[in-house]
């Protein structure tokens, strides 16, 4: 491999894992050894996304944020936030409000989207083989097109389930997901600890230094 070039073979699946010649991905993808994370600092957050912080966690703290690379593409930056930060190290982050936001790095369709989430969702404890294909359906209903820059907000709620909000030109609603259960093993992808992504839920949750 000269110059330390990838095959024209192997850059066609690279990017074929990356939704630029087929579908795309929400989360982690499912070979963790060609993905990477890297500590990050993200946009400031826009005058519209302060509020919504701030309505769903009363004085929202920035817990962690990392940005999430695939085969060297940068596929997104993430961040959690929280009302509160934990004092234990083992805090459970589903018994608790949180903020998840991605801001995007390349353009993907709301339904690839929903796809690859769902393949990640399997690795959880708490999928129910049954309930897939309904879930997939919700995910697809709930989840738009994004393109460069653009952010995708999960406002998880214990009890109540996921806000799921989109920012692009313009910050707004796109959907719900009330099942407890469903929004917790979607949030799953990336702060459980069954994700394919390990560093990338350790720096979500502070759990190593930024």
Same mark, same amino acid.
């Given at each position: 491999m000269s110059g330390g070039r990838l095959p024209p *073979? #192997? #850059?066609? #699946?690279? #990017?074929g894992w990356l939704g630029l010649a087929s579908p795309a991905l929400a989360g982690p993808p499912p070979r963790p050894s060609a993905a990477a994370t890297r500590a990050v600092e993200a946009e400031p957050l826009s005058a519209a996304l302060a509020p919504l912080l701030h309505r769903s966690l009363g004085?929202? &703290?920035l817990l962690g944020q990392a940005g999430f690379r695939y085969f060297g593409f940068s596929v997104y930056l993430a961040q959690l936030w929280v009302g509160q930060r934990p004092r234990d190290? &083992? *805090?459970d982050w589903a018994q608790q409000p949180v903020v998840l936001s991605l801001q995007y790095q390349r353009d993907f369709k709301g339904e690839a989207i929903a796809q690859r989430s769902i393949e990640e969702m399997q690795r959880h404890p708490l999928m129910p083989v049954a309930a897939q294909d309904t879930w997939l359906q919700k995910l697809k209903e709930v989840l738009p097109d994004v393109r460069e820059g653009d952010r995708l907000i999960g406002i998880y709620q214990p009890g109540a389930g996921l806000q799921v909000w989109h920012q692009s030109s313009q910050?707004?609603?796109?959907?719900s997901l009330p099942d407890p259960t469903l929004a917790r093993v979607f949030m799953g992808i990336w702060l459980d600890?069954?994700?394919s992504a390990p560093e990338l839920r350790q720096r979500l949750l502070g759990l190593v230094p930024p």
């Open positions: *073979w #192997l #850059l066609g #699946l690279c #990017l004085k929202p &703290q190290v &083992q *805090w910050l707004r609603e796109v959907g600890p069954s994700t």
